[in-house]
């Protein structure tokens, strides 16, 4: 009996959702329009590099694909606070991590908070330099990245290969433009608040050179600007008893346990 209802409920499930997929392809709201989608991502890009102080909390879901091949997501949230163009407080928790970031335009460093363990770098620079680095040379990205660098538009549009206005959505209530955008190893959709702060709401990337295309998901609240945002001296203070770590090393900030591999 149990079984038999979960054999129905799965083809209903499917069936409602290729019902819901050929609504959508087939509603007068949705657009192809890649003039007007590129538009409205650029005003939102160069309304984020108009914004000297920011603050906005997050939730983040990353879904993987395990050895058994069990697409399985991972939740955690955060905040974030910056000053543009050098000086960033970021921090994160979730079940596998508990992270803090600084960075004061000279230094960047990560505290690990299970483990009271901290490290820091020489990283003197931009934002925009400290994301690179983490990146590339310290394997440490911070949480949707891309939206924090000062030409947002810039870092995506060159690898877009294909570009779509999907009309409007509604997340956390606030009402949305919609776009999606490919490219050759991902896609990724944006969700724009519509109005005079068209930041970002939600910001999705779905892998398609990984097996069962696990998606990295972004959702923005709590979005603050100038005035708005409380002070901070982006000053770093170690706990009492935590263990500084040799230079260039970082404590773990993944959000995928050690159980789990990408496949």
Not at 189 to 209: L, S
Not at 213 to 228: F, H, I, L, S
Request: charged share 25%; with cysteine.
């Amino acid at each position: 009996m149990h079984q038999a209802f979960l054999g129905r409920s799965a083809t209903n499930a499917a069936a409602c959702a290729a019902l819901a997929v050929s609504i959508i392809i087939g509603a007068p709201g949705v657009h192809a329009d890649e003039a007007q989608a590129k538009q409205l991502f650029k005003a939102m890009s160069d309304y984020m590099a108009a914004q000297q102080a920011v603050s906005f909390d997050f939730d983040t879901s990353f879904e993987i694909i395990s050895t058994e091949s069990q697409k399985i997501a991972f939740a955690s949230s955060g905040a974030v606070t910056m000053n543009r163009p050098d000086k960033i407080r970021a921090t994160r928790s979730g079940g596998f991590a508990n992270v803090e970031l600084v960075f004061d335009g000279k230094t960047v460093s990560l505290l690990g908070k299970e483990k009271n363990l901290y490290a820091q770098a020489e990283v003197p620079g931009t934002i925009d330099n400290l994301v690179d680095v983490l990146r590339d040379k310290f394997h440490r990205p911070l949480s949707g990245a891309d939206l924090l660098m000062s030409d947002v538009y810039g870092q995506l549009m060159p690898l877009v290969t294909n570009v779509k206005d999907l009309g409007s959505g509604v997340i956390r209530g606030v009402e949305c433009d919609h776009l999606a955008f490919r490219t050759k190893e991902v896609d990724w959709q944006i969700w724009i608040a519509q109005g005079d702060r068209p930041y970002p709401c939600r910001y999705v990337v779905t892998t398609k050179k990984v097996k069962g295309w696990p998606q990295y998901t972004v959702d923005v609240r709590n979005w603050k600007t100038g005035a708005e945002v409380a002070a901070d001296d982006f000053a770093f203070k170690a706990p009492p008893d935590a263990r500084k770590l040799k230079p260039g090393e970082f404590p773990d900030a993944d959000e995928l346990p050690s159980v789990f591999t990408k496949k």
